[in-house]
């Protein structure tokens, strides 16, 4: 029969979940230990998470585990999720952004925006010719030759000039 205090493996299975006490007239009573609520004759797993009952960070999350709960922190952050702190994806140079584009931290996270005289989401940033896109000044007879990377800016020479003479570094 399963009556509870004489059967051996109900304690057994609950032991860890269980502490006794003693007393001078013999008899005992049983408590739950830290991590589990009930009667002390059943005890059942408390979700710290649910209950708010954690020291997880803001920027962390909670995971219960049986008799207890563990933190770790959210994406973009690091520490021990109890403490998380923001990682500096630019300063740490862990972001994803074009070599012709300028990181900025936020928190959690970054942004990509492509320099100036280049467009793109960031992530790809390409030279804007302002010789094909016409937003020079050169007059109509002389030649325009696009600056890599400078913005709405092109270099205006003479017809007899040679393309060779400008530089598209």
């Not at 269980?18 to 007393?23: A, C, D, E, I, P």
């Not at 009667?39 to 585990?65: L, Q």
């Not at 770790?72 to 074009?98: A, F, K, L, M």
């Not at 890599?148 to 570094?169: E, M, P, V, Y």
């Amino acid at each position: 029969s399963n009556s509870g205090w004489g059967d051996k493996h109900f304690h057994k299975s609950t032991l860890r979940k269980t502490k006794q006490k003693l007393f001078q007239d013999g008899s005992y009573d049983c408590d739950c230990v830290d991590g589990y609520s009930g009667d002390g004759i059943e005890c059942s797993d408390v979700d710290e998470c649910a209950t708010g009952a954690h020291n997880c960070d803001i920027n962390g999350n909670c995971k219960n585990i049986d008799g207890s709960f563990s933190c770790s922190c959210d994406d973009g952050y690091e520490g021990d999720g109890t403490i998380c702190s923001d990682i500096n994806e630019c300063v740490t140079n862990s972001h994803n952004c074009d070599t012709n584009a300028f990181c900025s931290n936020r928190e959690p996270g970054f942004d990509c925006k492509c320099d100036e005289g280049f467009e793109g989401d960031g992530e790809t940033c390409n030279d804007i010719d302002e010789c094909v896109m016409h937003s020079h000044n050169c007059n109509t007879n002389a030649i325009c030759t696009n600056m890599k990377g400078w913005d709405h800016q092109a270099i205006c020479g003479h017809l007899n000039f040679r393309t060779s003479d400008f530089s598209d570094t």
